[in-house]
């Protein structure tokens, strides 16, 4: 069974220009959370999905970030436009659904704002 | 007080011994707690979880919760220079997972 698989891997941009990460879940897996790992940190949400509808997404900056998950499976998260603060690790993680908690990790987009 | 609570360590241990690492939090209310351990540079890998007090063991790793204390732990017997990585604890609040800082675990070979 394919993880959890996420892109780019890595991505180096100078501040105020955009970016986007890409993030494809484990088939059948119905919810989709993206975190934000800074060094020295664990995880932190940032947006969770169930299927295409967005259940939680109160810690989003909503004033530069934005996510979207279309048909219910891969998703996309952006940043416009990009801060020196916003360089840390992005994961996406999935689960089976809302009340199966086991969340399984893809490799992560580690961003770096010059 | 922080929701989940961890001591940033490094912890070492010596190979063959048992490491312990803790975990506490604040949510009276959190039914599911995890460990997941991270390598350096890695993403978090899921590798125990537990919903009832007591013990839970696979393999060399066993989890211990008392949710009157509030408190989690994982213990890894016989430990291995593989298992020198950071230990995540993961607690459920409401519908999400609050990740603890993490315990950096170093197995001295």
């Known amino acids: 069974e394919a993880g959890v698989v996420q892109s780019p891997r890595y991505k180096i941009i100078e501040k105020k220009q955009p970016v986007a990460f890409w993030c494809n879940p484990i088939s059948g897996h119905n919810t989709l959370y993206w975190y934000r790992q800074n060094l020295g940190q664990g995880p932190e949400l940032l947006i969770r999905?169930?299927?295409?509808?967005?259940?939680?997404d109160s810690q989003l900056p909503k004033d530069r970030f934005s996510a979207e998950r279309l048909k219910g499976v891969d998703s996309t998260l952006k940043i416009q436009p990009a801060e020196l603060g916003d360089s840390a690790v992005y994961l996406c993680?999935?689960?089976?659904?809302?009340?199966?908690?086991?969340?399984?990790f893809g490799p992560g987009t580690r961003l770096t704002v010059t | 007080q922080k929701e989940v609570e961890q001591n940033s360590g490094p912890l070492s241990v010596p190979e063959g011994a048992i490491a312990s690492l803790n975990c506490t939090y604040s949510d009276r209310g959190s039914q599911s707690f995890f460990w997941y351990r991270q390598y350096s540079g890695k993403s978090p890998e899921l590798i125990m979880s537990?919903?009832?007090?007591g013990d839970k063991e696979d393999g060399r790793f066993t989890a211990q919760l008392n949710k009157a204390s509030q408190y989690v732990s994982l213990l890894i017997r016989d430990s291995q220079p593989s298992d020198s990585a950071t230990y995540l604890c993961a607690v459920n609040r409401d519908d999400k997972i609050i990740f603890g800082k993490g315990t950096r675990l170093h197995i001295l070979p």
């Open positions: 999905y169930e299927n295409e509808e967005a259940v939680d």
């Open positions: 993680a999935s689960s089976l659904d809302l009340r199966r908690y086991e969340q399984y």
């Open positions: 537990i919903y009832s007090n």
